[in-house]
């Protein structure tokens, strides 16, 4: 993986030799609305791609589709599935399901049938909404998967991921909390969510041994360029 215009960096692994690079993708928009939590929970499981989400889905797959890809791993939600299916087929590689790195379980306790309005009562909801906007921690989600759990099943999936594409380049297809969850361990940062991953945008780490290397952080351009597919 070393290109011979670039100067040797360990520190950062630029110019090594043996170095690993997880290509992570969020899902390409899913077909639900905007106004998530109006729905009921149930409409929130496993929605599919949209159209829009479908389009996302191929420019992702022609961006990385320009370098040698080894392997192609998804989560196993229909939406991370689609989009992965999408970069497969551009780069020449089978699409992996790897269990454990979906998106953060989200009022999963909650009746399915029900809004988490309605389950919560007004008082309880504004007050969910409140503590989120503040604290950006999955704590103040209610009725919804433990904050470690998550992070431990998202770190441990993509940890294994790297480690069975040793010196390789190898796109992971998760979501928006995920990407959080294995960026933010990185960079040990104090927010669940620090940014917002957008539809379809690329984030890179560069790993060799025990170190571990954030490249870049929610690529966009070629969600701008030609069409505007950019939503989040």
Aim: net charge negative; proline share 5%; with cysteine.
């Amino acid at each position: 993986m070393t290109e011979p215009h670039l100067r040797v960096d360990p520190t950062m692994l630029v110019g090594v030799t043996g170095v690993t690079e997880l290509v992570l993708v969020r899902h390409g928009k899913q077909a639900v609305s905007d106004e998530f939590l109006d729905l009921p929970v149930d409409e929130l499981l496993d929605p599919p791609l949209s159209d829009l989400g479908r389009r996302q889905a191929e420019a992702v797959a022609r961006v990385l589709a320009r370098d040698a890809v080894d392997a192609v791993c998804c989560s196993t939600t229909a939406r991370a599935r689609e989009t992965a299916e999408a970069i497969g087929a551009s780069v020449g590689a089978t699409v992996r399901v790897v269990e454990g790195i979906e998106e953060f379980g989200m009022f999963r306790d909650l009746p399915p049938d029900k809004t988490a309005r309605q389950a919560l009562g007004d008082v309880q909801f504004a007050g969910f909404q409140h503590l989120w906007s503040r604290t950006r921690q999955w704590r103040a989600w209610p009725a919804s998967e433990p904050v470690d759990e998550f992070l431990d099943r998202v770190i441990a999936g993509i940890e294994g991921v790297a480690a069975l594409h040793r010196s390789q380049r190898v796109v992971v297809v998760s979501h928006g909390a995920s990407i959080n969850a294995y960026l933010g361990d990185i960079l040990g940062t104090r927010d669940d969510m620090f940014f917002t991953p957008a539809h379809a945008s690329i984030s890179r780490v560069l790993i060799k041994h025990d170190r571990r290397v954030v490249s870049t952080v929610n690529e966009l351009q070629h969600l701008r360029d030609p069409h505007d597919l950019l939503t989040f």
